[in-house]
């Protein structure tokens, strides 16, 4: 699978983020400390294998927006 974009409404601290710059390969993000690496990877996991059962594991939106959001990903089989 290939990520082509991330879109994330609502998670921890991002709102209305679109991360649509990927190649195929690795990609590697970069910030400071508390930018949020930590926090997209959780969206990343979170919206590809499942969010925790408890509501506040789930990473509620803090800065506003419908919680969650959508990843677009080209599949093996095309």
């Given at each position: 699978m290939i990520l082509r974009e991330i879109y994330i409404d609502g998670f921890g601290i991002f709102n209305g983020k679109t991360i649509d710059n990927?190649?195929?390969g690795i990609n590697?993000?970069?910030?400071?400390?508390e930018a949020g690496k930590s926090t997209l990877l959780k969206f990343i996991r979170y919206t590809l294998f499942g969010y925790p059962r408890l509501r506040e594991q789930r990473m509620s939106p803090l800065n506003g927006g419908n919680h969650g959001g959508r990843i677009k990903a080209l599949m093996k089989s095309g």
């Open positions: 990927l190649n195929k590697i993000i970069l910030g400071e400390n």
